[in-house]
């Protein structure tokens, strides 16, 4: 009798934990999909196949050169992948800090060997389009082979540049320097995450080269002029939405393919009638949930593409929900979403120093330009329309200008009041030798510094 009693208080026990679970798991599924389907009728799309890049003729794509193909028809870690992959590697390493107002240490042009094969790439660079064989449908298991490949390519461009502009032979280090750019766009609507970090890096190594020939004032109005057409139209804001909204499908495809299967399928549960599961089904729309509406209002709302913007209280929104998910009981429920987030604010200030990079680039071509015709900077940089600049890019933090002063040395100083938004005199903060681009200090365009 005692035995039967335990028996039904166990089996009752387990009904009544069981319709909680199913509670709970309905209200998290409703929770999800009724968000959803109000993003959806927005216009947004949550699954992979909206991320995918349209495929290109083959005799137009960069993608199709000899140097990436053999990266993609061959298993990893075979012989003909692993040529492929260290083609263009290279053991040396230079510093690109240009942004401290350093020049590259040293530069030695001893690598003839791949002379031959940038001049291919850059026959191969004349083609329209890029799109690499990636099996987007592979999520975060996708490989990418390529980054690594062309990242190198990009340094031996760079280096090249480098030495051409310490021999005087301004043309070739500005085709050169052209290449670079022209390597990093190819990743423009590469919608990984880390595809558009390689992108930002390659771009940083253009900037060095033309930052260098610009304080030796080495540049010729038709170099600037070239410079100026390459990095008119770039626009890292578009590929970090992209990215963004791929690692949110991503992980939308990963949560749809672990709710059919059929885990905890116990002898128990199928001899009560009942699926176990309604717990982890609770949990994975709870956390996927989390991940798609902290991406997309708080994260992607603080991007704005049409006006050229980045908010930053919206990313300090952001972070203060990511930070609320650490800090709630019982954190590990939201275990999944707090591991696949992306950590927004470093995301956010690496695209933000880059596109502030280029504006400011694109505006120093200009100021150089006025200079070789005027033997002078303008005292202002509308002074600059429309003869050597059609449109002056803004603060991509607020709605005034970035600050530019001519000085009587004949200088100048122009600069984005940064991350926090507030007039610093236009200089970084150092922290522990480096540039803490997020609390303090504003980012100038660099004048050459002394060790």
């Known amino acids: 009798m005692l035995v039967k009693r335990i028996a039904i208080g166990i089996g009752f026990s387990i009904f009544i934990i069981a319709l909680l679970a199913l509670g709970l798991k309905r209200a998290s599924q409703n929770e999800w999909e009724n968000w959803k389907a109000e993003w959806q009728v927005k216009g ?40 492929a992959r260290d083609r263009f590697k290279i053991n040396k390493s230079i510093r690109h800090d240009w942004r401290k107002g350093k020049k590259r240490d040293s530069i030695s042009w001893e690598n003839s060997f791949f002379e031959s094969d940038l001049a291919l790439i850059a026959e191969d660079l004349k083609r329209p389009y890029c799109r690499f064989d990636i099996q987007y449908q592979d999520g975060f298991k996708a490989q990418l082979p390529h980054l690594s490949t062309i990242k190198n390519i990009a340094y031996l461009f760079s280096t090249r540049a480098g030495e051409k502009l310490i021999k005087k032979d301004e043309a070739g280090a500005m085709q050169d320097t052209l290449n670079v750019i022209q390597l990093g766009e190819q990743l423009r609507l590469e919608p990984f995450l880390i595809s558009q970090l390689v992108r930002i890096s390659i771009l940083e190594m253009s900037i060095q080269t033309f930052w260098e020939g610009q304080v030796n004032g080495q540049w010729s109005n038709k170099q600037l002029i070239a410079f100026q057409e390459k990095i008119r139209d770039i626009d890292l804001l578009k590929g970090i939405e992209l990215a963004l909204k791929l690692e949110r499908n991503i992980a939308n495809q990963w949560f749809t393919n672990i709710t059919k299967e059929k885990n905890g399928s116990e002898e128990l549960a199928d001899m009560l009638g009942i699926n176990l599961n309604f717990i982890a089904r ?36 952001a972070e203060k929900k990511i930070l609320k998910l650490k800090n709630s009981l019982l954190t590990s429920r939201h275990s999944i979403a707090l591991l696949l987030l992306p950590n927004c604010k470093i995301i956010m200030l690496k695209i933000s120093q880059a596109q502030t990079a280029l504006n400011q680039a694109y505006i120093v071509a200009a100021l150089e330009r006025y200079r070789l015709k005027n033997n002078k900077y303008p005292r202002k940089l509308n002074n600059l329309q429309p003869d050597y600049i059609s449109k002056i890019p803004g603060d991509l933090f607020h709605e005034k200008d970035l600050i530019y002063q001519s000085n009587q040395d004949s200088s100048f100083n122009l600069y984005s009041r940064g991350f926090n938004e507030k007039d610093d005199g236009g200089n970084f903060f150092i922290q522990n030798n480096k540039i803490n681009f997020s609390d303090k200090g504003d980012w100038p365009w660099p004048k050459i510094t002394k060790d």
Request: hydrophobic share 35%.
């Open 282 to 317: 609770y949990f994975l729309y709870s956390n996927q949930y989390q991940i798609n509406k902290i991406i997309t209002e708080d994260i992607l709302s603080g991007i704005d593409i049409s006006n050229h913007k980045v908010s930053t209280k919206q990313i300090k929104i």
């Open 44 to 83: 947004e799309k949550f699954d992979i196949s909206s991320n995918i890049p349209n495929k290109v003729p083959d005799h137009q794509n960069f993608a199709k050169s000899q140097f990436f193909v053999p990266l993609f028809a061959n298993d990893i870690e075979t012989q003909k992948f692993n040529e």
